[in-house]
């Protein structure tokens, strides 16, 4: 049976605000901002939470770390403090691997670091995009509205940064 909006709410707030506070405050390094900037990211979250239909997969979480780290940069920014350069928050913990023998599977994992590897290359504004609209499959309007831009600066955002991506897998080869 699919869970109702408010246990979805529910269930986010209670598996994932720590996560949230946590990427929240390695940004603004400070408590209370931190939990205001939560409380604003959840805010977000409200908007898509009828998009999203299984709250208790590894990606949900993901985007919830997400958009509590573009919160609190924002909140940074329109206090005129500058940020630090985040990393892509990658669960590779939680990737299955369905790769049958161990040399595959080694090969699928050195394949999948040189991934991440090339994507923390990327600019934020990509990084954030490709994360947003290809792991977290949201549409490039409710992409957009989490990170305060518009459908189609997102759909330019994804054009490029899978442009530029391919470029750097090129450059490895």
């Given at each position: 049976?699919?869970?109702?909006?408010?246990?979805?709410?529910?269930y986010?707030?209670?598996?994932?605000?720590?996560?949230?506070?946590?990427?929240?405050?390695?940004?603004?390094?400070?408590?209370h901002?931190?939990e205001?900037?939560?409380?604003?990211?959840?805010?977000?979250?409200?908007?898509?939470?009828?998009?999203?239909?299984d709250?208790?997969e590894?990606?949900?979480?993901?985007?919830?770390?997400?958009?509590?780290?573009?919160?609190?940069i924002?909140?940074a920014?329109?206090?005129?403090?500058?940020?630090?350069?985040?990393?892509?928050?990658?669960?590779?913990?939680a990737?299955?691997?369905?790769?049958?023998?161990?040399?595959?599977?080694?090969e699928s994992?050195e394949?999948?670091?040189?991934?991440?590897?090339?994507?923390?290359?990327?600019?934020?504004?990509?990084?954030d995009v490709?994360?947003?609209?290809?792991?977290q499959?949201?549409?490039?309007?409710?992409?957009?509205?989490?990170?305060?831009?518009?459908?189609?600066t997102?759909?330019?955002?994804?054009?490029?940064?899978?442009?530029?991506?391919?470029?750097?897998?090129?450059?490895?080869?």
């Open positions: 049976m699919p869970m109702t909006r408010e246990e979805k709410l529910n986010m707030a209670s598996h994932y605000m720590t996560a949230m506070w946590q990427k929240a405050y390695s940004v603004l390094s400070d408590a901002e931190a205001d900037a939560c409380q604003e990211a959840f805010i977000k979250l409200m908007r898509i939470c009828d998009d999203i239909e709250v208790t590894v990606r949900v979480r993901a985007l919830c770390s997400v958009v509590a780290k573009n919160t609190a924002d909140m920014r329109k206090n005129g403090r500058s940020t630090p350069t985040e990393d892509i928050y990658l669960d590779l913990e990737a299955e691997e369905t790769a049958e023998s161990p040399e595959s599977r080694y994992r394949a999948l670091e040189i991934l991440e590897e090339e994507i923390k290359g990327l600019p934020e504004a990509y990084r490709l994360m947003l609209r290809c792991l499959e949201l549409s490039a309007e409710q992409t957009g509205e989490l990170l305060g831009c518009s459908a189609n997102v759909n330019i955002r994804l054009t490029r940064a899978r442009k530029l991506l391919r470029e750097r897998l090129a450059g490895r080869t």
